[in-house]
Structure formats: structure tokens, C-alpha cells
């Protein structure tokens, strides 16, 4: 059974600061999605890492992949109020559905990390 | 873009009814999920269908079925509701892909805020 572990799950920084939050899962997968949920809303796609080594970035943010450590890591950088928000990462694991291996997409979510810039 | 409609926000029930909880998607997507989420526990996947009334159990269903009649729209289906499935339903969408052929990114609906008393 795939599981995804997060971590930290609450993250308090300053403004301006550097943080790194570590998504490490239980079983192959070269598939990874990093979201982001604002309170009382829905998920915000943020990321899609699909190799090793895939890095991707967009403003404050920038996400990674290594396969082979099981571990995907999303770093903010010179933080703002505006990331205030809760992350989660996502694995897409090879679903036991097809013999062949084939993926439905069945993703398995770590807990959250909830995260809270200050001035 | 593509769009996943939950049928309601807010939903507030009485233990024992029976609850239909609708999804609509736009983009012809193969798959759609239920999810629950909980605070601490993320999300969790309750059912999910790959086709037309194909359909396989998550992690967590146990007291709920689900119903895909057509490919655009998956119900979820709380046989009698219960004070511990009060809870943020999510449903999202995705292409089916074979596992060589690209990412299965999912999108997600608004969500629907059930409350069982």
C-alpha cells in the first residue's frame, strides 16, 4: 500500500525567510503533484513532476523530484503573506487494477502541510 | 480550463438519511475520484471510476457507494448518513493514461461541506 508522509505539517515563517517541505512516499513512482489549498476552497494545482531529477519552478517556489530517495521537495524562497496556505503532495502510484501496470491516476495524498507567513 | 462542479456546497443532514452528492465534469475526462478530507488526515480516497459504470473502492468505503451512468457525472452515495461522515467532500477529474503516456494530473471540484447531525 502506497503511503505518502509529509513533513513538517505546520510550518510558521517570517517574511522573507527560505523553508523547504519534504514529501517522501513508500513505493515507486516516477509521479508527483504538488497543490495548493487556500482555506474554504478547493485545490490549486501547482506542480507536475513525471521523471527523476524533474525540477520545476514557478515564482517563490520550486519543486523536486528524486525517484530513486522516494522524496519530492517543495522550497519557497524570500517568503510572502500570499503563500500562506495549506500544500499537499500527491503520488501516483501504479494501480494493481492491470496486470501491465497501467495508471488510472489514483492519487494518494500526504496529510497537508499547513503553512503561515507573517510579517 | 477544465471544470469539475460538485452539485452543492453546503449540505446538512440528519443521521440515517439516505445523501447523493453529484459531480460534473466538462473535459471527457476517463477518471473521477471521491475524496474525503479531514484536518490531519489529508485526503483520502473513497471510490474512484476509470469508465462508465466501472468503478473501484479507495481506501476508505466503507458506508458509501458511488453510481457513473454517464462519463461526465459521478455521484457519490451515503446509504445512511452518519455524525462521522461529516466531513469536505472533494471530486475530481482525470484523463486516463497508460503509464507511459504522460501525467494523470487531477482536478478538482469546489467540494461540498457535508454536516450530519
Known amino acids: 500500500e502506497l503511503k505518502v508522509e509529509q513533513n513538517p505539517l505546520f510550518l510558521s515563517m517570517q517574511e522573507g525567510k527560505n523553508y523547504t517541505i519534504y514529501c517522501n512516499y513508500s513505493t515507486t513512482s516516477d509521479r508527483l503533484y504538488w497543490y495548493r489549498q487556500d482555506p474554504g476552497k478547493s485545490l490549486e494545482s501547482l506542480f507536475v513532476?513525471?521523471?527523476?531529477?524533474a525540477v520545476k519552478q514557478e515564482g517563490r517556489l520550486m519543486a523536486s523530484l528524486d525517484t530513486k530517495a522516494r522524496l519530492s521537495t517543495l522550497h519557497i524562497t524570500a517568503a510572502v503573506h500570499d503563500l500562506s496556505a495549506t500544500y499537499f503532495c500527491a503520488v501516483d502510484g501504479k494501480s494493481g487494477f492491470s496486470a501491465g501496470g497501467t495508471s488510472y491516476g489514483k492519487l494518494t495524498f500526504g496529510q497537508g502541510t499547513i503553512l503561515t507567513v507573517h510579517p | 480550463d477544465v471544470k469539475v462542479t460538485q452539485s452543492s456546497r453546503y449540505l446538512v443532514k440528519r443521521t440515517g438519511e439516505k445523501v447523493f452528492l453529484e459531480c460534473v465534469q466538462d473535459m471527457d475526462h476517463e477518471n473521477m475520484f471521491w475524496y474525503r478530507q479531514d484536518p490531519g488526515l489529508g485526503l483520502r480516497l473513497i471510490y474512484f471510476?476509470?469508465?462508465?459504470?466501472?468503478?473501484e473502492k479507495g481506501d476508505i468505503p466503507e458506508g458509501y457507494s458511488v453510481s457513473r451512468e454517464k462519463k461526465e457525472r459521478f455521484s457519490l452515495i451515503l446509504e445512511s448518513a452518519s455524525t462521522n461522515q461529516t466531513s469536505m467532500y472533494l471530486c475530481?477529474?482525470?484523463?486516463?493514461?497508460?503509464?507511459?503516456?504522460?501525467?494523470?494530473?487531477?482536478?478538482f471540484g469546489q467540494g461540498t461541506r457535508l454536516t450530519v447531525v
Open positions: 471510476s476509470y469508465d462508465v459504470k466501472m468503478k
Open positions: 513532476l513525471l521523471s527523476n531529477g
Open positions: 475530481a477529474s482525470s484523463l486516463f493514461r497508460g503509464y507511459e503516456g504522460g501525467g494523470t494530473e487531477a482536478f
